[in-house]
């Protein structure tokens, strides 16, 4: 007997949040929100408003189900945390989004290990209101159904990691961020776009399957695509069998390391509106 379904889905049980959750929530909110134009893709602000619901505080993933389907086919449904690989790419594959139902502490607003109803919420959503980045979102998970039964998630994982997670976008304004892991955090999107220090690569699918990444600390390197639209087509043009038939004999890349072929973009391009 379980009180999970075998998809790992549970109630969100929103009537459960207190005032305290919603007021993280909203704090979070107002607190990205304000940062985030010129900082991250046209696309994710233009996606934002599918979050701003008749309620105020955590949203209620029914009504959000319900204004994302019209828009992309898309829904989210809630799940206690992580799941199995094969549960997420089943779910994604058939454009359902997992999101945590829980809240991080008042204590943890800066970080937290697990990802939270505001990481996969406010992190992940507002991109799958975007027609391509929606597709490309179903896309993974039918690539991740195809790479568990080849052995190769371990490459697979890496391009959701540095796409869909910590990816960030050129643009004719300059660099921004869409990843969620970075779009979510507010000390991240400064760091990704300010800082000297990380790596920003140009997108190479093959180069990010062999890359090692790290999951304690910010992102050591970068990769920044043209468009979602010429992220999708990558995804979609590459036959992934043979890839990971060439990868497997291929040594892994320190997250830190620069390679011969990477083409390395300055930051100096960007450039940010008002604060
Ligand atoms: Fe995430």
Redesign the pocket.
């Known amino acids: 007997m379980t009180d999970k379904a075998t998809d790992w889905t549970i109630p969100q049980n929103w009537a459960a949040y207190t005032p305290a959750q919603h007021a993280t929530w909203d704090t979070l909110f107002a607190r990205q929100a304000k940062l985030l134009p010129g900082r991250v893709a046209d696309e994710f602000i233009t996606g934002l408003d599918i979050l701003r619901l008749s309620k105020p505080g955590i949203p209620d993933f029914d009504e959000l189900s319900e204004r994302l389907m019209k828009a992309t086919g898309w829904q989210v449904l809630a799940v206690p945390g992580l799941v199995p690989d094969d549960v997420f790419f089943d779910h994604l594959a058939n454009r359902r989004f997992v999101a945590g139902n829980f809240i991080r502490r008042p204590d943890q607003l800066d970080y937290l290990q697990e990802?939270d109803v505001f990481?996969?919420v406010f992190?992940?959503v507002p991109l799958l209101a975007n027609t391509v980045f929606a597709d490309y979102m179903q896309a993974y998970g039918i690539g991740g159904q195809r790479a568990n039964g080849l052995g190769a998630i371990r490459n697979l994982a890496r391009l959701y990691w540095y796409t869909?997670?910590f990816g960030l976008v050129q643009t004719a304004q300059g660099l921004r961020v869409y990843g969620?892991?970075i779009a979510s955090s507010y000390s991240e999107t400064l760091f990704a776009l300010d800082d000297p220090s990380p790596n920003r690569i140009a997108f190479d699918l093959r180069r990010i399957m062999r890359t090692c990444y790290r999951i304690d600390d910010f992102q050591q390197s970068y990769f920044v695509i043209d468009s979602f639209a010429a992220l999708l087509d990558a995804t979609l043009r590459t036959d992934f069998g043979p890839l990971y038939d060439a990868l497997a004999t291929q040594h892994d890349i320190a997250a830190d390391a620069i390679v011969a072929d990477d083409r390395v973009l300055s930051r100096g391009t960007q450039s940010h509106v008002q604060r």
């Open positions: 990802p990481h996969d992190g992940h869909v997670e969620a892991g």
